[in-house]
């Protein structure tokens, strides 16, 4: 400890700031300053704007429009009678609920059925041949009565009035053609991994998410819990086939120049991968679909076009620099240290992880300040220190392999998480946009 405490004291500030200058460069500025300056507005605005969101509250219950609720899945059916009995929980009652299974193996068959035959739910669906999470989705659209679409997993439960606070924006603000609500792990003590996910969850969706709203520049519904309008999905034709598809109809609905919001007041809790293993292969399919739909699919975000929006320009940008760009150059970063500082590797080492640990604990102090339930938030402090290996070098790890893959290989196409067929009509219809965009 004595070399480290000298090293340092010969380095000086200047010294630290060259040393960790990927840190001071581009995560502090996003991760801390953002999210803090960002925290205040949107305390002060939710201050100042009580009014407006009574306003909007008391016009969602005096509408009170039918809603449809559509549950996509695979194999799913041990979920759904603890999923229907926290939808029976909701403030908000009015809906359709439509569950769609995709070719199950189990008893999904069987149990949806009787539950529909019971009244338990409106319509039970089932495609005897599976076709993808977003074939399974657009069944459901199909026989959409509501107002509003609420596109549920299957494995997730709710806050009380997670239903209502979703629903909300669009009485809020004009334009909004989808509303994305918080995430939270529902299995958190299973693992190791799970706590990890739950800390990583609570700043995307509480904080990064927030910010990125406060920006106009929300690039993701979350298919776990999203609201969106019916006309316009119908309007899209519903969700494209392939990974991502979240992100991918989020990206549709900004093209056709509406608002996308999210509100942090709406919570639904989901289970996530329990082993390392399983999380790198969710991580990695998520990470194709970064390369397929922004780079690829939806690149004229990113070229002046008659359709060009700046903040739609952002959203992408946001995504490909941070995510993407910043993930390759942290590897060039990491390489320069190791060549100019070999002799001192251990000291900066350990210096880095003070220097993290300390950055993650000030970032998940947001999460308290935002959240509706505290309490279970403070079980996970513990376990922050770890988020720099986690973040720092497993997720990284991940996303670069991801990205390589699917740059030099094309693997999203490859993936058994759709169907070899609804696979290669994705390729056929995203190719003839490349051949639009090669040749306009």
């Not at 776990?224 to 392939?242: H, M, N, P, Q, S």
């Not at 995504?319 to 240290?337: A, H, P, Q």
């Not at 308290?368 to 070098?393: A, E, W």
Request: proline share 3%; aromatic share 16%.
């Amino acid at each position: 400890m004595i070399n480290f405490f000298e090293f340092w004291n010969q380095q000086g500030i200047d010294g630290f700031i060259r040393i960790y200058w990927f840190y001071f460069l581009f995560e502090f500025p996003r991760y801390i300053i953002l999210d803090f300056v960002f925290l205040l507005i949107f305390k002060l605005n939710n201050h100042f704007n009580k009014e407006g969101y009574e306003a909007a509250k008391e016009n969602l219950w005096k509408e009170c429009p039918l809603i449809t609720i559509i549950i996509p899945g695979k194999d799913e059916g041990s979920n759904y009678h603890s999923l229907i009995q926290s939808l029976k929980e909701q403030t908000y009652q009015n809906y359709q609920l439509i569950i769609v299974d995709d070719g199950s193996e189990d008893d999904s068959d069987i149990i949806g059925r009787q539950m529909q035959k019971e009244g338990m739910i409106d319509l039970f669906l089932k495609n005897d041949e599976r076709g993808g999470k977003a074939s399974a989705s657009n069944l459901g659209l199909r026989y959409a009565r509501g107002k509003y679409v609420i596109h549920l997993d299957a494995d997730t439960s709710f806050y009380r009035n997670a239903i209502e606070e979703v629903l909300i924006p669009f009485y809020q603000t004009e334009n909004v053609g989808a509303v994305g609500g918080t995430l939270e792990v529902k299995n958190s003590d299973a693992s190791l991994a799970t706590r990890f996910q739950s800390i990583e969850y609570l700043m995307i969706f509480t904080t990064g998410r927030l910010v990125a709203s406060s920006l106009n520049i929300l690039r993701i519904i979350s298919g776990a819990f999203g609201a969106f309008r019916t006309d316009i999905l119908k309007e899209l034709g519903g969700w494209d086939v392939g990974p991502g598809m979240d992100g991918d109809i989020t990206l549709k609905i900004r093209k056709i120049g509406y608002k996308v919001e999210y509100t942090p007041s709406a919570v639904c809790l989901t289970n996530v991968p329990p082993s390392f293993r399983e999380l790198a292969n969710q991580r990695t399919r998520w990470s194709r679909s970064l390369v397929r739909f922004r780079l690829r699919k939806h690149r004229d975000f990113l070229f002046p076009s008659s359709q060009f929006r700046l903040l739609d320009f952002m959203a992408i940008m946001d995504n490909v620099f941070y995510n993407f760009i910043l993930n390759f150059l942290w590897w060039f970063y990491i390489l320069e240290i190791v060549i100019n500082f070999t002799p001192h590797m251990l000291n900066i080492f350990l210096g880095g992880f003070i220097l993290y640990t300390i950055s993650k604990f000030i970032e998940f102090g947001v999460v308290p300040i935002l959240s509706s339930n505290k309490s279970d938030k403070i079980g996970l402090l513990p376990y922050i220190p770890g988020m720099t290996f986690y973040t720092g070098f497993y997720i990284r790890l991940v996303r670069t392999y991801a990205y390589i893959r699917e740059l030099f290989f094309y693997d999203s196409y490859k993936d058994d998480w759709n169907p070899d067929k609804t696979s290669k009509a994705a390729r056929e219809v995203e190719d003839q946009i490349d051949s639009v965009f090669n040749n306009p």
